[in-house]
């Protein structure tokens, strides 16, 4: 076998995983250094804390006035369930679906929840749901950006400005990263261990004053666990959007969210972490154009991800496998990159078609992506090598 040229250059940051993300650039345990460790998230300084990283989440995301925004527990699972448990059940539901996150959210509501009017319009990976057979008289529920397809909505005029039911949107690889339509958006939840890097275990989720009127209005038929609830005799717990979260927070995640927040706004804000996830797919999107081994799982151009970029190998001698040999030549070259201390978690997602994924959010530095490209095509080359030294 020919022994193939190691590219000079590896990435500075070697971590591409797509969630949790990498740090942001620079970061370091001095980060942390005022966290309120060993006090109470309720005492005055630890709601204080609550409260910073609350208002900072707003002003970042351009979230308006009169939505609420609250720290919630069990990361976007946990928001999201939340508005499934506490909204859900008052008109019909449309469940829509191109990944397996939102695959999960519809098997949740039909299966847990046994909404009985419910429908699911589901889209096969690499492809986005036509959206004109969805009914936005009736609840709405949808990812923004699919994770673990790399396929998102391009923006929010698919929704009716007047629509009746309401719109409940995982935005958790999308926030920070892309634009929401926040007038579109009835409930957005996200985790901040995506696009901010930050750490596992905490949600967020922001209402809409429909939102809330829905809260105050309904009471699902169902019993609602504790960490789920946000009403309480018919209103609202504002606390819970003032920094009083319903169960126990870590108060050092709270200050590594802080941390990223008050990097975002150094940046230039949303806009600027938008450009540098841009410019990071980018990278990737032009690669595959020039490689002809390597494709975007998304089929339609205007629907790739600009963080969770998600590639399948097109290459001839590749797709003439079986699909358990496919998957362990996307595993040798994932194994390969890390061997070679090039690129770490970049394999596709488990329920996703054999692949790769690479995250380019806002905390990932181009020239690290840059750096990587070159290894993407040494470590396919070995593995074709490797196939055609089986085959001889």
């Not at 979230?63 to 508005?83: F, L, Q």
């Amino acid at each position: 076998m020919v022994e193939l040229a190691k590219p000079a250059t590896r990435p500075a940051n070697t971590h591409f995983s797509s969630g949790p993300c990498s740090k942001r650039p620079d970061w370091s345990l001095d980060a942390l250094k005022d966290a309120a460790l060993g006090r109470s998230h309720r005492s005055k300084l630890g709601k204080t804390k609550l409260k910073q990283a609350i208002d900072l989440t707003r002003d970042v995301l351009d979230v308006p006035a009169d939505y609420r925004v609250g720290i919630v527990p069990a990361s976007d699972t946990g928001a999201v369930e939340m508005a499934l448990w506490s909204l859900l059940g008052a008109r019909g539901v449309d469940m829509v679906a191109w990944e397996s996150f939102g695959s999960g959210w519809v098997s949740d509501v039909l299966k847990e929840l046994k909404i009985a009017d419910a429908r699911k319009f589901v889209a096969p990976y690499g492809q986005l749901v036509d959206f004109s057979k969805v009914d936005f008289d009736r609840d709405v529920v949808f990812t923004w950006n699919g994770t673990t397809s790399g396929v998102r909505v391009v923006n929010g005029d698919f929704i009716p400005a007047d629509r009746k039911g309401l719109t409940i949107c995982d935005a958790t690889s999308a926030a920070f990263a892309q634009n929401l339509d926040f007038q579109k958006l009835d409930v957005v939840t996200f985790s901040w261990q995506k696009v901010l890097g930050g750490e596992g275990a905490h949600g967020v989720i922001i209402l809409s004053p429909r939102a809330v009127e829905r809260l105050e209005s309904y009471e699902p038929t169902w019993p609602m666990p504790k960490i789920f609830r946000m009403t309480k005799g018919g209103k609202i717990i504002e606390g819970i959007f003032q920094g009083e979260t319903i169960n126990t927070p870590s108060m050092l995640c709270v200050e590594d969210y802080i941390d990223a927040l008050l990097w975002s706004k150094e940046l230039g804000g949303l806009k600027a972490l938008m450009a540098r996830a841009d410019a990071n797919a980018r990278v990737i999107f032009d690669f595959c154009d020039k490689n002809p081994w390597l494709a975007n799982l998304a089929d339609v151009a205007e629907t790739r991800s600009n963080t969770s970029v998600c590639l399948k190998i097109v290459d001839p001698a590749v797709t003439a496998l079986d699909a358990d040999a496919q998957e362990a030549f996307a595993k040798g070259i994932v194994a390969t990159l890390e061997k070679e201390g090039a690129g770490v978690d970049i394999g596709a997602y488990r329920d996703a078609p054999s692949g790769l994924r690479i995250w380019c959010g806002a905390t990932i530095n181009t020239s690290d992506v840059e750096a990587l490209m070159p290894w993407l095509t040494y470590a396919f080359e070995k593995q074709k090598a490797t196939l055609a030294s089986k085959a001889a």
